[in-house]
C-alpha cells in the first residue's frame, strides 16, 4: 500500500482519535521523552508523528520540534497543537529534511520490521551521536488489556498477517539486531507504559473505530457492525465507578548513532 494511503484509514475520524483515543498515550511518550533526556535546546523529529500529542509534550520539555505523517487531517491536528513547529505531511521513508539535521528522532509505534527504510531514513537525519527512541508492540494477546484491541481481527486473514508482521520487533533481541544492523548502538529493550483509558463502552468503541487498524475490520464487516460489536466487547468489562483500562505491552528502544 502506498503511503498516500494511509489518510484513508487513519485520518477519516482524526479528531475523535486525538480526543478519544491517543491521550491514553500520554504515558508512553513521558516514558520515552524522559529516557532520552528530551530538554531545552533539543532539535527532536517525530516520525509518524499522527495528530501530534509526543510532539506537543516534547515543545512542552523545550526541544525545537518537527514532524512527519502520512495522514493530512492528523497533521492537521498537529499543526493546530504546536504552530510553532515544522509539521509535515510526507512519508518516513523518504524524509524532506537534510542529514544530520536533527540531535533527536523518535517514533512511537511508527517504525516496524516491514519499514526498514524509516530507521535508514531516522539515521541519516540524525546528527552524529544523535538519539533514537523507538516504541513497539510486544504481545499484544498475552497482555492484561488484550480484549480492547480484539476488535482488529474481525479484519480480513490477509490483514490480520499484515498486522502481525508490523509488531515483529518487540520479540526479544528482534528489534536490537534490526536498529545495530542500520548503524545504531543499542541498549537492551525496555518495557514502556502503556494503558487505553474510555469513560464507558460507547466511547471505547468510537475511539477504537477512529483508528487505523480498526479500518481494515471496518472495511470487512461495516462500521455500524464494529461500533456495536465493540461496545458490546466492552460491556463485559465495566468496573463500578472505574474507567474501562486495559494495559498492553509495549517495548522501547533507544539506540545512538554510531
Ligand atoms: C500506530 S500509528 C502511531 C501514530 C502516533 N505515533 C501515535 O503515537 O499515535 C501509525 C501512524 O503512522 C502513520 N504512517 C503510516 N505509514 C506512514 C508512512 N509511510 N510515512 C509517514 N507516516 C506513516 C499513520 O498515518 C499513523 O499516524
Given at each position: 500500500m502506498s503511503w498516500e494511503m494511509v489518510d484513508e484509514g487513519w485520518g477519516r475520524r482524526a479528531a475523535e482519535f486525538a480526543t478519544l483515543s491517543e491521550p491514553a498515550q500520554c504515558r508512553e511518550y513521558v516514558a520515552m521523552h524522559h529516557r532520552l533526556a528530551v530538554?531545552?535546546?533539543?532539535?527532536?523529529?517525530?516520525?509518524?508523528?499522527?495528530?501530534?500529542?509526543?510532539?506537543?509534550?516534547?515543545?512542552?520539555?523545550?526541544?525545537?520540534?518537527?514532524?512527519?505523517d502520512a495522514s493530512p487531517r492528523l497533521i492537521?491536528?498537529?499543526?493546530?497543537?504546536?504552530?510553532?513547529?515544522?509539521?509535515?505531511?510526507?512519508?518516513?521513508?523518504?524524509?524532506?529534511?537534510?542529514?544530520?539535521?536533527?540531535?533527536?528522532?523518535?517514533?512511537?509505534?511508527?517504525?516496524?520490521?516491514?519499514t526498514p527504510a524509516a530507521v535508514d531514513e531516522a539515521h541519516r537525519v540524525l546528527a552524529p551521536?544523535?538519539?533514537?527512541?523507538?516504541?513497539?508492540?510486544?504481545?499484544?494477546?498475552?497482555?492484561?488489556?488484550?480484549?480492547m484491541m480484539q476488535p482488529f481481527q474481525w479484519a480480513t486473514d490477509d490483514k490480520i498477517r499484515h498486522q502481525a508482521d508490523m509488531v515483529a520487533l518487540g520479540r526479544p533481541?528482534?528489534?536490537?539486531?534490526?536498529?545495530?544492523?542500520?548503524?545504531?548502538?543499542?541498549?537492551?529493550?525496555?518495557?514502556?507504559?502503556f494503558s487505553f483509558e474510555y469513560p464507558d463502552p460507547e466511547t471505547y468503541a468510537r475511539g477504537l473505530a477512529a483508528t487505523g487498524p480498526a479500518y481494515e475490520a471496518i472495511e470487512s464487516i461495516g462500521e455500524d457492525d464494529f461500533v456495536a460489536r465493540a461496545t458490546e466487547l466492552a460491556r463485559s468489562q465495566v468496573r463500578d465507578g472505574l474507567p474501562l483500562r486495559g494495559t498492553i505491552e509495549v517495548f522501547g528502544y533507544v539506540g545512538t548513532k554510531r
Open positions: 530538554g531545552g535546546g533539543d532539535r527532536l523529529l517525530d516520525m509518524a508523528c499522527g495528530s501530534g500529542l509526543a510532539l506537543e509534550l516534547a515543545g512542552i520539555r523545550g526541544a525545537t520540534c518537527a514532524g512527519i492537521a491536528i498537529a499543526r493546530d497543537r504546536s504552530p510553532d513547529a515544522d509539521i509535515r505531511v510526507g512519508d518516513m521513508e523518504d524524509l524532506p529534511w537534510a542529514d544530520e539535521s536533527f540531535d533527536i528522532v523518535t517514533s512511537f509505534r511508527g517504525i516496524w520490521g516491514t551521536d544523535g538519539r533514537l527512541g523507538i516504541t513497539v508492540w510486544g504481545n499484544v494477546g498475552k497482555s492484561p488489556g488484550a480484549w533481541g528482534v528489534g536490537e539486531a534490526f536498529l545495530v544492523d542500520r548503524g545504531f548502538d543499542v541498549a537492551e529493550r525496555f518495557e514502556i507504559p
